[in-house]
Nanobody
Framework: QVQPVESGGGSVQAGGSLRLSCTASLYDYKNKYMAWFRQAPGKEREGVAAIYTGAGDTFYGDSVKGRFTIARDNAKNTVYLQMNRLNPDDSAMYYC?????????????????WGLGTQVTVSS
């Protein structure tokens, strides 16, 4: 299977916004869970948000609730992560995850297919 492809990262000042995109294969996307994770240097990969692409149910990590929104576009097999009120602690490589195995939605070992990541840098 083809790995998901992320885009949309960049550099922004604190308080700003970015929108990340992840396009997946139809196999990985249709009526499946997909998620966003992030990993800063020297830290564990952290689950940020997940979505069920069928009904659109969403789930968030505590550190981003109220600031980030995960959404999907079924016509494009694409999942988005809208990130608002960014702060320097949000700086990380952001990864899209697919091929959920039934485990906790925000655990790294619940997914087996990963994109290469897109870098987000937030300056103070």
């Amino acid at each position: 299977q083809v790995q998901p492809v992320e885009s949309g990262g960049g550099s922004v000042q604190a308080g700003g916004s970015l929108r990340l995109s992840c396009t997946a294969s139809l196999y990985d996307y249709k009526n499946k869970y997909m998620a966003w994770f992030r990993q800063a240097p020297g830290k564990e990969r952290e689950g940020v948000a997940a979505i069920y692409t069928g009904a659109g149910d969403t789930f968030y990590g505590d550190s981003v609730k109220g600031r980030f929104t995960i959404a999907r576009d079924n016509a494009k097999n694409t999942v988005y992560l809208q990130m608002n009120r960014l702060n320097p602690d949000d700086s990380a490589m952001y990864y899209c995850a697919a091929d959920h195995n039934g485990g906790h939605l925000l655990r790294r070992d619940s997914y087996s297919r990963w994109g290469l990541g897109t870098q987000v840098t937030v300056s103070s």
